[in-house]
């Protein structure tokens, strides 16, 4: 799998954040205006607090009961409304996530075969759930918050200055340096989270691989080797963490030191005035709240810009998916009568390589018929089922789909019109009733005990839950023999008139084998059969042999 590290401009990411940040904007809105109102609350509180004591000091005349009713009414709305933001973050926020992913999960389902290949799939979850977890926090959570900290840096500064401008002034001395030094910060923390996810991508291809095969790592005696592999997997990426935490604590460091050094300055001011007798103990409270009110949204900017920087590798991860090309939309196309397919002067090769797997390649498919494929391996049988269910596209010549009376070229709304049987084990976790339905969810009980007769798979019946017997993942709890002659009963339910059969014997005795076959081929009668094999009982059940030879070299 390939990582690509190149930065994508800024403005494009941009774009792309704003387009696919539709279903996430109203949640921002809301949480933007919960802030603002919690800020609010805060700066009159301040003041509220200020004239309080100023009464009480007899600094100013007022009524100190109206003035707490005051400040318990701002209390409670700040409760209220920091509790409603927690709400709108467990709930909305889970619903907003789970479109997003729902949104880029279905791109990647319709994407074209060739370009999904170059992903590990490892990696394509790896950015499902995390990279998606930072872009739908970034619209709902960071981008709401830094405008909020934003007002309140503005509005405390603007009350602050109306009281002392010099002061005002004095505690923002932090604010300059880490403005001029934040363009640098941005580039070395977007070059550092790329390491940081791509890592984490990797990691995750090792333990879903290693998951998905442990019965080869066992059998292997792979054990150590694995948990070496993911460990020093492990110490690339704490080394990578490590980095990056020192680079963000050195200017974290930095800025709090500049602020700091604000408070402090704005601590000694109030202490000389109250002491001079031209500030207010009220006020020296209010200068000391303010001062605080500027420099929290301050440094709330400083750790967001480590989420903001984040936020945009993900986006990059994700804007790159899109880069994959989706397959042909639209209404499927089922031919009425018995379909063929033919090849004419097809020419086809990988991207990458220098031979070709296929070089003027003709062949009729006819319709009713029934033709056994052979050849040794790596001579282009997988290829060809591919070029047949337009899986692949080839790039000279054409494939086309035909009837007796119309004929379209083979492409993804023509896949209806064929049934694909793969090679080995396709189960999925669920009930064997889940698997048969993914053939065709309309089929009834009947149907699906058809199929399953057709299969050789009456011993379904004999088990204890019958169709709804749960399976592991891959059919577990299956024989291998077992669980193939369950996916080929799964893919007799579909509808379609070209079967495309590859190695479905390949798990069963010689027995079985030959009852499979008489019943496959009687029961299918009147449809297309293609035998994908290398088993010499098949080729005896067909009309026609299409051997493929390997590909020379160009």
Same mark, same amino acid.
């Given at each position: 799998?390939?990582?690509?590290?190149?930065?994508?401009?800024?403005?494009? $990411?941009? +774009?792309?954040?704003?387009?696919?940040?539709?279903?996430?904007?109203?949640?921002?809105?809301?949480?933007?205006?919960?802030?603002?109102?919690?800020?609010?609350?805060?700066?009159?509180?301040?003041?509220?607090?200020?004239?309080?004591?100023?009464?009480?000091?007899?600094?100013?005349?007022?009524?100190?009961?109206?003035?707490?009713?005051?400040?318990?009414?701002?209390?409670?709305?700040?409760?209220?409304?920091?509790?409603?933001?927690?709400?709108?973050?467990?709930?909305?926020?889970?619903?907003?996530?789970?479109?997003?992913? #729902? =949104?880029?999960?279905?791109?990647?389902?319709?994407?074209?075969?060739?370009?999904?290949?170059?992903?590990?799939?490892?990696? #394509?979850?790896?950015?499902?759930?995390?990279?998606?977890?930072?872009?739908?926090?970034?619209?709902?959570?960071?981008?709401?918050?830094?405008?909020?900290?934003?007002?309140?840096?503005?509005?405390?500064?603007?009350?602050?200055?109306?009281?002392?401008?010099?002061?005002?002034?004095?505690?923002?001395?932090?604010?300059?340096?880490?403005?001029?030094?934040?363009?640098?910060?941005?580039?070395?923390?977007?070059?550092?989270?790329?390491?940081?996810?791509?890592?984490?991508?990797?990691?995750?291809?090792? #333990?879903?691989?290693?998951?998905?095969?442990?019965?080869?790592?066992?059998?292997?005696?792979?054990?150590?080797?694995?948990?070496?592999?993911?460990?020093?997997?492990? +110490?690339?990426?704490?080394?990578?963490?490590?980095?990056?935490?020192?680079?963000?604590?050195?200017?974290?460091?930095?800025?709090?030191?500049?602020?700091?050094?604000?408070?402090?300055?704005?601590?000694?001011?109030?202490?000389?005035?109250?002491?001079?007798?031209?500030?207010?103990?009220?006020?020296?409270?209010?200068?000391?709240?303010?001062?605080?009110?500027?420099?929290?949204?301050?440094?709330?900017?400083?750790?967001?810009?480590?989420?903001?920087?984040?936020?945009?590798?993900?986006?990059?991860?994700?804007?790159?998916?899109?880069?994959?090309?989706?397959?042909?939309?639209?209404?499927?196309?089922?031919?009425?009568?018995?379909?063929?397919?033919?090849?004419?002067?097809?020419?086809?090769?990988?991207?990458?390589?220098?031979?070709?797997?296929?070089?003027?390649?003709?062949?009729?498919?006819?319709?009713?018929?029934?033709?056994?494929?052979?050849?040794?391996?790596?001579?282009? =049988?997988?290829?060809?089922?591919?070029?047949?269910?337009?899986?692949?596209?080839?790039?000279?010549?054409?494939?086309?789909?035909?009837?007796?009376?119309?004929?379209?070229?083979?492409?993804?709304?023509?896949?209806?019109?064929?049934?694909?049987?793969?090679?080995?084990?396709?189960?999925?976790?669920?009930?064997?009733?889940?698997?048969?339905?993914?053939?065709?969810?309309?089929?009834?009980?009947?149907?699906?005990?058809?199929?399953?007769?057709?299969?050789?798979?009456?011993?379904?019946?004999? #088990?204890?839950?019958?169709?709804?017997?749960?399976?592991?993942?891959?059919?577990?709890?299956?024989?291998?023999?077992?669980?193939?002659?369950?996916?080929?009963?799964?893919?007799?339910?579909?509808?379609?008139?070209?079967?495309?059969?590859?190695?479905?014997?390949?798990?069963?005795?010689?027995?079985?084998? =030959?009852?499979?076959?008489?019943?496959?081929?009687?029961?299918?009668?009147? =449809?297309? $059969?293609?035998?994908?094999?290398?088993?010499?009982?098949?080729?005896?059940?067909?009309?026609?042999?299409?051997?493929?030879? +390997?590909?020379?070299?160009?």
């Amino acid at each position: 799998m390939r990582h690509i590290t190149n930065n994508i401009p800024l403005k494009r $990411l941009l +774009k792309w954040l704003w387009k696919n940040s539709k279903g996430a904007r109203g949640q921002a809105i809301i949480n933007t205006f919960i802030g603002l109102l919690d800020i609010t609350c805060q700066l009159l509180w301040v003041l509220a607090c200020k004239r309080a004591i100023d009464i009480a000091t007899g600094e100013s005349e007022g009524s100190i009961a109206v003035t707490g009713v005051i400040i318990g009414a701002l209390m409670l709305t700040e409760i209220a409304s920091r509790s409603i933001n927690r709400w709108i973050h467990a709930v909305i926020g889970v619903e907003v996530r789970n479109k997003m992913r #729902l =949104k880029i999960f279905s791109r990647l389902l319709r994407g074209e075969w060739l370009h999904l290949q170059k992903h590990h799939t490892g990696d #394509l979850v790896n950015r499902l759930e995390g990279d998606v977890n930072n872009i739908t926090s970034l619209i709902t959570e960071i981008i709401p918050a830094t405008l909020v900290v934003l007002v309140q840096l503005l509005a405390s500064f603007t009350i602050l200055f109306s009281m002392s401008p010099i002061l005002a002034v004095s505690v923002l001395v932090a604010l300059p340096a880490a403005m001029l030094a934040s363009n640098f910060y941005v580039r070395k923390m977007r070059k550092l989270n790329r390491e940081v996810r791509d890592s984490d991508s990797r990691i995750q291809e090792v #333990l879903q691989e290693s998951l998905q095969h442990k019965a080869l790592i066992k059998a292997l005696e792979q054990n150590d080797s694995t948990e070496e592999q993911l460990t020093n997997l492990q +110490k690339k990426l704490q080394g990578q963490i490590r980095n990056r935490t020192k680079f963000s604590l050195g200017a974290y460091s930095f800025t709090q030191l500049g602020f700091a050094t604000g408070y402090l300055i704005a601590f000694m001011w109030g202490v000389q005035g109250l002491a001079t007798g031209i500030v207010s103990f009220g006020s020296l409270s209010a200068y000391l709240q303010l001062v605080g009110l500027i420099q929290r949204p301050t440094m709330d900017i400083s750790r967001f810009i480590p989420s903001i920087v984040s936020s945009f590798t993900a986006a990059e991860r994700l804007y790159e998916l899109e880069d994959i090309p989706e397959e042909e939309q639209g209404e499927s196309i089922m031919l009425q009568g018995i379909a063929g397919v033919r090849f004419k002067g097809v020419n086809f090769k990988y991207d990458g390589e220098s031979r070709h797997i296929f070089n003027n390649f003709s062949y009729d498919f006819a319709p009713n018929s029934c033709t056994a494929i052979v050849g040794e391996t790596g001579t282009g =049988k997988t290829t060809l089922i591919r070029l047949l269910v337009a899986l692949i596209n080839p790039q000279e010549g054409e494939v086309e789909i035909y009837d007796k009376q119309k004929s379209y070229k083979s492409s993804t709304l023509t896949r209806c019109n064929f049934v694909y049987i793969p090679q080995g084990n396709s189960l999925i976790s669920g009930t064997i009733r889940d698997n048969l339905l993914m053939g065709n969810p309309a089929a009834t009980e009947k149907e699906m005990m058809q199929a399953l007769h057709i299969a050789c798979a009456d011993y379904v019946t004999e #088990l204890p839950q019958g169709i709804d017997t749960e399976l592991s993942e891959q059919g577990g709890g299956l024989s291998e023999g077992q669980a193939q002659r369950i996916a080929v009963a799964r893919s007799i339910l579909r509808p379609g008139s070209i079967l495309i059969l590859d190695e479905v014997t390949s798990a069963l005795d010689e027995e079985t084998e =030959k009852e499979m076959l008489h019943r496959l081929t009687s029961s299918q009668a009147g =449809k297309t $059969l293609i035998f994908v094999t290398h088993r010499p009982a098949i080729i005896q059940y067909c009309d026609n042999v299409l051997r493929i030879e +390997k590909p020379q070299e160009t």
